[in-house]
């Protein structure tokens, strides 16, 4: 214990003898290391990152009914939401599709659960507000532009039923959609409002799913849907799914590119700094050979002070690159990262051990080192 004291103290003193010279490499050790904790937080955290902000362009997988099927029924809703797990469920919106006409022009209504449409599709740009009392309506931006309608304004829906009767009904415009897409040519109105004019029997036509996962989670949901639920064909949205997987592998290999390139960049001026160390201390180096110290004493006393360093920084570059990690998180997704816990240890076991790897070379220098010369001033 006592032998482990001493070589500990002469370790620590041998670094604050030479502070200006082990700033600068702790200062390496430390920015390498920041730079590690900080992008492997970033990689850890970026697939819930983009899953979040994918999301917001809309559903990423719809259910259908099969070729022989017309509807998709409550019993097959239900078993189809056994499959998703529900802590990744964002949205479940149930659409059926109805024709209508206002001011004798033919238009499309949506009715839906417009609570779990709005959590699938937070990019629409409503102008006004989401529908709350009975009656009132989302209508896309045509069709507030073809027959002039304002969010407040109301307007009469004539809505054919299946016996041949037509149902005259008025609705409230509580706002105006604006997507660039084909939402724009759909007047979105409740479930219950839809079943106060047509009638319906729980039978639906599409059901449109948010879900937090990959391309490949997801494909697990579609097949495991496709082989459990009689009549119902999963379809992946790809514009939203793929997209996800292209920009995360490239944002992911990009995070490795840049983590390398530094952790290389802290080797250098690692072994700058330790090979200017190796330089000054050839007289004290000599001086230990010349006292009995054997070549392994002596790289054993610059090993410990490579795995101090390396410790340090690596305890520095958790913090540093939590920060890091946070802020870049903050303004590209303007999310915070938690904390990562299990990097912690990889981190710091990580930066002793590029320490060692760029002391290794300037080590190697203090074997060579001639006791006799050194004394001699040669």
Known sequence: MTRNRMYLKMITSSLIRRRSRMLVALLAIAIGSTVLSGLLTIYYDIPRQMGTVFRSYGANLIFLPAES????????????????????LVGFAPYIYQSAKVN???YMIAATDLA?????????????????????????????????LAVGDTFIVNTPKPNGDVTV???????????????????????EDIKGIIGYDDQFDVIECSIDGNQEYLKSIA?????????????????VTESQDVVLNKLQALVWIVTIIVLFLTMICVTTTMMAVVAERRKEIGLKKALGASNSSVVKDFMGEAVMLGLIGGILG????????????????????????????????????????????????????????VLRGE
């Not at 509807?71 to 499959?83: D, L, M, P, W």
């Not at 959590?119 to 027959?147: A, F, T």
């Not at 710091?348 to 080590?363: G, H, N, Q």
Request: glycine share 6%; charged share 20%.
């Open 169 to 191: 009904n008025e609705c409230t415009v509580s706002g105006i959609v604006t997507t660039g897409g084909v939402e724009e040519e759909f007047i979105f109105m409740s479930l």
């Open 116 to 148: 779990s449409a709005k959590s699938n599709s937070p990019y629409w740009l409503i102008r006004g507000d989401w529908p709350h009392n009975k009656k009132e309506v989302l209508i896309g931006h045509e069709i507030s532009r073809n027959i002039e």
């Open 318 to 373: 958790v913090v540093l690159g939590y920060v890091f990690a946070d802020n870049v998180s903050i303004s590209v997704f303007a999310r915070e990262v938690s904390f990562p816990v299990q990097l912690a240890p990889f981190t710091v076991i990580a930066s002793i051990i590029i320490t060692i790897v760029s002391c290794l070379f300037p080590v190697r220098a203090t074997v060579d080192i001639d006791p006799a010369l």
């Open 69 to 88: 099927e017309s509807k998709i029924t409550q019993e097959q809703i239900g078993a189809i939401k056994q499959v998703i797990d529900p802590e990744k």
């Open 104 to 106: 004798e022009q033919p």
């Open 223 to 239: 097949d495991t849907v496709s082989k459990q639920v009689n009549g119902i064909t999963p379809r992946l949205v790809k514009r």
